[in-house]
């Protein structure tokens, strides 16, 4: 039952928001239905939910993207139509999307009074925008050189530019969505003090995220959304991180991976001084070594941009080594005289779930059944004597849906149809069931919810059980501490540091992914 909507602040201060019976529909897809909500001035408020929920459609109609079917929106006590982004904004209302929305070679500066000149002279807004900026860096904890180019920026800054945006146009509540889906956690531990500075100074913080660990730590008030509907509002400070996952997945949730001790078998991959030189004479990757063997989860661990990337790339066969060599089940496959590709690696039983799954694992436009293939697409399974048998493809296709419980089971729906958790346990169902000896994951559970998350680390704990071996590479620091046996540490493309799982903790490892220390047991 959801309680009372009403008022979340002191007695008789109206909400900086309050939704009231909100329906929205796309088709014959209600996205919305009867939603309401209320979040108290001056506070942070989480609303979460999977995804799908209807999490981002209900902001999408307090920010003017959409326009609610039926119900109200109130500001400040005030009913309000917001008919676009800029009524909104002209309402106090900002929003920082998930995708960040900026111009990549302007400076932050002209970022910042894009769209916003006030229709004076352009010296005069730039003027007035760098001493505004000024200020509100030095209010909120939000500094940034004003003249830096927005692409050369790392994307934790990016953000903050984000949030400069909004407050420059005055914006009293701001609407972060998925803040930190792109972030490491030492960057979304700096969102959440900004948040923080932003609530001492009164502004209102709508946080839309899935991760129940920030909810806990950033926000005041939480509202749980499922299936389009609003099913709870709780205080952050009377719940917790496994009331609110039943609410949102409407049955009890696993929050811990539960698994055996490792047993590892004999060795089934090897570096031996691998090295990587781009083609503008950057070392990516320098005297990278270490072994992985059957029945064993290896986590590397580190900050985005410190070789993750470049060391899935050179094992998944899509960029060749420039010094050293990876050896596979005793034979060495890459080398500087020597390159192997994607397809030669398939076929040598190694799988690879990419680290972004809509640049390099999927096609959106495809259908799930053409995406389930990708990359086996020459395999004797879905080929007749001739041509590709469409009927053996779109069997797999729904076998495998159904095992890994994608929503909706339909292999002629594009990617583009599918959630984030949907679309990612397509690219693990391709890639695990094809049954390989060696799974490259990375960041398997970036932008996918809960529910999705809980089945994907049961997936690979069975991978690994099976005898098979998985790398795990995840920005993720709860997530590496769960799933991997042994952790390696990634920092400048070197590996700094080995921690066995059970002696590893957060401090230790966030220290060694700035650079900062060296665990005791040395490269693998």
């Not at 407050?167 to 531990?189: F, H, S």
């Not at 890994?404 to 346990?425: C, E, I, M, Y």
Request: with cysteine; charged share 25%.
């Amino acid at each position: 039952m959801v309680s009372d909507h009403a008022t979340l602040g002191p007695e008789g201060v109206p909400p900086a928001v309050e939704l009231i019976g909100l329906n929205k529909s796309f088709g014959p897809v209600r996205a919305n239905r009867d939603v309401s909500m209320a979040v108290a001035s001056g506070t942070v408020h989480g609303i979460v939910g999977e995804n799908g929920a209807g999490k981002s459609t209900l902001m999408g109609m307090l920010y003017g993207f959409y326009q609610a079917d039926s119900g109200r929106i109130r500001i400040h006590g005030r009913d309000v139509r917001i008919t676009s982004p800029a009524h909104a904004i002209s309402q106090g209302i900002g929003m920082v999307h998930q995708h960040f929305m900026l111009v990549e070679p302007f400076t932050v500066l002209e970022n910042v009074i894009l769209g916003a000149e006030d229709g004076g002279l352009i010296g005069n807004a730039l003027g007035h925008a760098r001493r505004e900026l000024k200020r509100l860096g030095a209010e909120y904890g939000l500094e940034v050189d004003p003249d830096a180019v927005v692409g050369d920026l790392p994307v934790g800054l990016q953000q903050r530019v984000e949030i400069l945006k909004a407050l420059y146009r005055g914006a009293e509540t701001l609407i972060l969505d998925e803040p930190t889906g792109v972030l490491t956690p030492q960057e979304a531990d700096q969102l959440f003090r900004m948040l923080d500075g932003l609530r001492q100074q009164g502004r209102t913080v709508i946080l839309i995220t899935h991760k129940l660990r920030e909810i806990m730590a950033a926000t005041d008030s939480v509202s749980v959304m499922r299936r389009g509907t609003m099913v709870a509002h709780r205080s952050t400070a009377d719940t917790s991180k496994e009331e609110l996952a039943e609410l949102m997945v409407g049955r009890k949730v696993l929050l811990r991976v539960e698994k055996g001790a490792a047993e590892p078998g004999e060795p089934l991959l090897e570096l031996d001084r691998v090295g990587l030189t781009d083609n503008a004479g950057v070392d990516r990757l320098k005297d990278v070594s270490f072994t992985l063997r059957r029945g064993e989860i290896l986590g590397i661990a580190g900050v985005s941009g410190n070789g993750q990337s470049e060391l899935l790339e050179v094992l998944s066969g899509v960029t060749g080594v420039s010094e050293g060599t990876v050896s596979y089940k005793g034979e060495v496959i890459a080398g500087l005289n020597r390159r192997t590709d994607p397809l030669a690696m398939h076929r040598l039983g190694v799988g690879h779930v990419a680290e972004d799954r809509h640049r390099t694992a999927m096609v959106m436009d495809f259908s799930a059944a053409e995406n389930m293939i990708l990359g086996y697409h020459t395999g004797p399974d879905v080929n007749g004597p001739v041509l590709m048998d469409l009927g053996r493809v779109d069997d797999l296709c729904r076998r495998y849906m159904e095992k890994f419980d994608v929503r909706p089971v339909d292999p002629h729906l594009p990617a583009t149809g599918f959630s984030g958790g949907n679309q990612q346990k397509i690219v693990l169902a391709r890639e695990i069931e094809r049954d390989p000896d060696l799974l490259l994951v990375g960041q398997p559970t970036r932008g996918v919810d809960i529910g999705a998350i809980e089945f994907i680390h049961k997936s690979l704990i069975e991978l690994r059980d099976h005898g098979k071996g998985v790398l795990l590479v995840s920005v993720e620091l709860d997530e590496i501490l769960s799933l991997a046996d042994r952790i390696l540490v990634m920092f400048g493309g070197r590996i700094v540091g080995e921690v066995n799982a059970q002696d590893a903790d957060e401090r230790t490892l966030g220290l060694m992914m700035a650079g900062c220390a060296k665990a005791a047991g040395g490269e693998a």
